[in-house]
């Protein structure tokens, strides 16, 4: 079968086609033949050796990926919930080594969710890590009630983009943020409000918010601490949270926390009743074909693309 492998940490030219057998399951395993694949910052992140580089630095060559959608071709004599022939998707093995980037892979049972009919592989695909992400920072620390004034930055891209349908969903008043090239898109994802980065800072304009996710760090993460409410909490997903932040965080009343997107089948059957009723829909900007992966790299590296990237076979 096709897969890519990366070499060694660096740039795209380490990305490697190879031809290598088709893997073996075991008895409480599925193989799935991808259809589709999407890829996120980590991705490339990793490839340079940040990321989860480190977890995987003594495993190198290695198979990154971890988005898939596919269908089942074999299950294990232990697998009594798939069968071959059901077509799934989810964010497998993440954060260890899943070896996405293949023909094939092989994926454990309580992973997977079934892939709702009404959507393309390339938008289940895509509604994995990165809606994972958004469901968890909103639902696991967030504790969004009705009416709650919610705060997305980065709400055009991946993680964005699925945080702001998600915290419509559970009923707050949201506020996306992204430059003004991306404006409609966000207010087309149900966001009752847009904030332009560039011309506008956040802070003199947003204050006592009661849910801030943060994908920026830096200031982005500081100045939250100071936009939401006391009793409110500030999610970020780039463990821009240190110890001084999180003291400043305590003086001021807020619930800070870093977190980091966890394998769950049960969430992601949680994301595929809301991608079936439509409450929940992929934007997939970018299709490549699989071949081109340093390309869909590249794309991504650059911080400026809407909703996702995805490759397919
Ligand atoms: N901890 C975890 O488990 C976890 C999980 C997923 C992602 N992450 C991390 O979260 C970050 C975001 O991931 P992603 O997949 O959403 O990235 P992405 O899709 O690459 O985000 C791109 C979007 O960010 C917007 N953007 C860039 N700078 C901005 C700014 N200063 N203010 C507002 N919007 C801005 C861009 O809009 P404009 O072009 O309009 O600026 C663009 O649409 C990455 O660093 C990723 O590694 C962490």
């Known amino acids: 079968m096709k897969a890519i492998i990366l070499k060694a940490f660096g740039g795209i030219d380490q990305l490697q086609p190879i031809e290598i057998p088709v893997p073996a399951i075991g008895a409480g395993e599925v193989l799935v033949k991808l259809s589709s694949i999407s890829i996120n910052p980590v991705d490339f992140k990793t490839r340079e050796g940040k990321g989860i580089g480190s977890r995987i630095k003594d495993q190198l060559p290695a ?54 009919a009404n959507i393309t592989h390339d938008e289940a695909a895509a509604a994995t890590l990165a809606a994972l992400t958004a469901w968890q920072a909103l639902t696991t620390k967030g504790n969004i009630k009705k ?30 943020t992204s430059s003004a090239a991306n404006r409609d898109f966000v207010l087309g994802l149900g966001a009752d409000e847009h904030i332009d980065y560039k011309t ?79 409450i929940v829909r992929s934007h997939v900007s970018k299709v490549f074909p699989f071949e081109q992966m340093g390309n869909a790299h590249l794309l991504l590296e650059t911080g400026r693309t809407v909703g996702k990237v995805v490759l397919n076979f």
């Open 63 to 116: 198979i990154l990926g971890w988005d898939i959608s596919g269908v089942i071709t074999q299950v294990g004599t232990d697998v009594h919930d798939f069968k071959p022939g059901d077509e799934v998707f989810s964010m497998i093995g993440f954060p260890k080594l899943a070896n996405a980037y293949a023909e094939y892979v092989v994926a454990q049972p309580n992973e997977l969710a079934i892939k709702p």
């Open 200 to 278: 506008q800072q956040v802070k003199d304009v947003v204050s006592n918010v009661d849910f801030i996710l943060d994908p920026l760090g830096g200031d982005t993460t500081t100045q939250s601490l100071h936009i939401a409410k006391k009793g409110g909490t500030v999610i970020c997903i780039v463990h821009a949270f240190n110890d001084a932040l999180l003291q400043k965080a305590q003086e001021l009343g807020v619930n800070a926390h870093n977190i980091m997107v966890y394998t769950s089948g049960d969430d992601m059957k949680t994301i595929a009743g809301l991608l079936e009723k439509g």
């Open 147 to 176: 009416g709650d004034k919610v705060l997305i930055h980065a709400a055009s891209g991946g993680v964005g983009h699925y945080a702001v349908q998600i915290a419509k969903h559970l009923g707050a008043y949201v506020i996306g």
